[in-house]
């Protein structure tokens, strides 16, 4: 049995990777060397992740024998399920991350082999060999089934994703409602499901003769002891041996990720939610660090408040009067620049954002600090450089940080955090909940004011509904208001409510969700603009990150280039800002438009008063950390690599250079300097 599981999950990862290659195969790099390392590589990840699936069969198989049935073992036996019962019950194995449901399940199963071993201990040796038998059938048929199932969910991940597993697929673990709720309204499930089910059952079949002769034939006790204790030696080989990092041997990222294993990727995402800067990236004294970033964020408008070195906090004051106008703030889920007509899209998929872009400021050269949401997030609240690991707003330890939302309320505004779906998402509510947000989410709306909502949350239109009132509120009470937006509508399974647009809901494709969400926009400021509130408001509309990512590179600049529009028809001066610009620049180009005077810890700067050699973005993966300067990206990545290249801002791709010394400095002062922040709590409201 044990040989069955194994080469079945070595052949289906075979399968699975062939299947990801001939569908990549335009984007990898094809050599006969690169696939030759695909395979190879491949096969030594499917092998360490192999030895750990026939890790449980091995166990069981071991210590399934006719000793435990006689008196001696029935009583050893005993007290093992009873002392691993009480062990259970006031000791919980399961992360805090995962759901609460897996633990009682653990102790479940537990309890329910110990009632099946007293049955069996009555029963005649007839009876057990019979039940052996039925529980390696259920066994290899739960096992195929779930690997099946596995290389079904690569496939779909990596056509969305081009990826293997990483933190999305964690998350996707963890918040089981949404992800479920997702994969039915997205998927044909119940055709999936009975296929691998069928396929399963075929697998079970052919192999039922071999398992049937396992049952039967004999192997003493310490014959078996001493193979399961070779075959637990040989398991545990891996998690020194097999490194992470091999897969990385091309410079081509789809050939890079066809090299990995989806389940030994899912593992390593896990473990690596939050990576040390120091232990895993090039350093530089702190000192150093320190230096170079106070010298980055010194400007005309701001002054540090302390001689310390260690210390980038200042003050900033503007020369005109503090404009005490509310604020909106729009962030929209995946909206590529590439959606909008002034990027080059013959679509019409954002006819409003295109009317507006012409009544707006609009930043034209925007990228995005990330690929999630909450590393969105992260940068529009927190004005800080994408740490590697999981984005701060999952993180434990999060709370009353210097955010946007601090210096608002500072200023006597209302600080809100409004969302579509349910706030307990990606730890959202938490996050915003304890740093000078109030949430507001979906638990707010009457079932009579919801019109539409899939998995994700309700439709957009009426999230904006619920915003309008809630601002209309807000200005009863006779105090200025900050307002963050989130929308939920542009995410597979790109469902919205018949009627609104010309691209049927029944589609379900990416272009309706676009669509849709720009008619949801321009319907809420065709509302807001009858508002007593309007004239005196500023609105905000960005992207939290791109739709996609993909690409050829780790770092694809392409896949982090998002639009930005601020309007204000009574008080903002319609124009095209080309300037280079970091996510992170967001929160301090508001205040700066609002001439706020106020203390600050920010390291995004105001763009509009920011001189050319001090522009800069920041575009990440989890690991991959990358710095964009005069034309230079600088990526650093684990174990103390870096690289610098030549990017093109219109296809992606990127050359390798020998990078200017200044820009690759720099690149690595600011991710050290903001990890050094969070990790020595450095970055807490400034009062």
Not at 512 to 539: M, P
Request: with cysteine; hydrophobic share 45%; net charge positive.
């Amino acid at each position: 049995p044990v040989l069955i599981i194994a080469s079945l999950a070595i052949f289906i990862s075979f399968i699975t990777r062939l299947s990801l290659l001939i569908l990549t195969i335009n984007d990898i790099d094809a050599g006969v060397l690169s696939i030759a390392g695909v395979f190879f590589i491949g096969l030594l990840y499917d092998i360490a992740t192999t030895l750990f699936i026939i890790l449980p069969l091995v166990l069981h198989i071991s210590f399934t024998n006719n000793y435990i049935y006689t008196r001696k073992g029935r009583i050893i036996t005993s007290i093992f399920f009873i002392v691993l019962l009480f062990i259970l019950g006031f000791t919980s194995i399961v992360p805090k991350e995962f759901n609460k449901d897996l633990h009682k399940a653990v102790i479940g199963y537990v309890l329910l082999r110990f009632i099946i071993f007293l049955i069996l201990c009555v029963s005649t040796k007839n009876v057990r060999i019979k039940w052996r038998n039925a529980v390696l059938w259920i066994f290899i048929f739960i096992t195929s089934f779930a690997l099946l199932f596995n290389a079904v969910s690569e496939w779909f991940f990596w056509k969305e994703f081009s990826s293997r597993y990483n933190f999305i697929a964690v998350d996707y673990l963890v918040y089981t409602h949404e992800t479920l709720g997702n994969i039915k309204e997205s998927y044909p499930v119940a055709a999936i499901i009975t296929c691998v089910a069928l396929l399963s059952f075929f697998i079970l079949f052919i192999s039922r003769k071999k398992i049937w002769s396992s049952v039967v034939s004999p192997l003493n006790f310490k014959i078996r002891f001493l193979v399961a204790a070779i075959c637990c030696t040989i398991i545990l080989l891996p998690l020194y041996l097999v490194k992470p990092a091999w897969k990385n041997f091309s410079s081509n990222n789809y050939t890079n990720e066809l090299a990995g294993n989806g389940i030994y990727e899912f593992v390593q995402a896990y473990q690596k939610n939050e990576l040390d800067f120091v232990r895993y990236y090039k350093t530089i004294p702190d000192s150093t660090a320190f230096t170079i970033i106070r010298n980055e964020l010194s400007s005309a408008y701001s002054s540090f408040t302390s001689n310390d070195l260690f210390d980038i906090t200042r003050k900033i004051n503007y020369p005109a009067p503090e404009k005490k106008m509310n604020v909106v703030l729009i962030s929209v889920e995946s909206l590529s620049a590439s959606f909008l007509a002034a990027f080059g899209n013959k679509e019409n998929i954002t006819p409003n954002l295109d009317s507006l872009a012409d009544k707006s400021l609009f930043f034209t050269n925007l990228y995005a600090s990330g690929t999630r949401t909450v590393r969105g997030l992260e940068a529009l609240s927190l004005s800080l450089p994408p740490t590697p690991g999981q984005s701060i707003v999952k993180r434990p330890g999060n709370e009353h940080l210097f955010s946007l939302g601090s210096v608002f309320k500072s200023k006597g505004y209302i600080t809100q955090y409004i969302y579509g779906g349910y706030g307990y998402f990606d730890n959202m509510e938490y996050f915003f909940g304890n740093n000078d947000y109030s949430v507001k989410d979906r638990n707010a709306l009457k079932a009579s004011e919801i019109h539409y909502a899939n998995i994700w949350g309700v439709a957009d239109e009426d999230l904006f509904s619920m915003a309008l009132r809630t601002m209309d509120s807000n200005y009863n009470q006779n105090k200025p208001f900050f307002s963050h937006v989130m929308t939920v509508s542009n995410h597979r399974p790109y469902t919205y409510p018949e009627g609104r647009i010309d691209i049927p809901p029944s589609k379900q494709i990416r272009e309706g969700a676009v669509k849709y969400t720009d008619f949801a926009i321009g319907n809420f400021l065709k509302q807001a603009r009858s508002k007593a509130w309007f004239n005196n408001t500023i609105f905000i509309v960005v992207a939290d990150h791109c739709a996609s990512s993909a690409g050829k590179e780790a770092l694809p600049v392409t896949g982090y280039h998002i639009p930005m529009l601020i309007y204000s028809p009574q008080n903002i001066q319609p124009g095209k800002i080309d300037a280079l610009t970091a996510q992170i620049d967001i929160a301090p180009t508001i205040l700066g438009l609002l001439s706020f005077d106020y203390t600050t810890k920010f390291f995004g700067q105001d763009i509009l008063n920011t001189p050319a050699e001090k522009q800069k973005a920041f575009i990440s993966t989890y690991q991959g950390l990358g710095f964009i300067e005069n034309n230079e990206l600088v990526i650093q990545s684990p174990v103390k690599k870096i690289n610098t290249y030549k990017p093109d801002f219109t296809t992606g791709e990127a050359k390798p250079i020998t990078g200017n010394d200044s820009t690759v400095l720099k690149a690595i002062a600011y991710y050290q300097v903001a990890a050094w922040m969070i990790k020595n709590r450095k970055y807490g409201t400034t009062e």
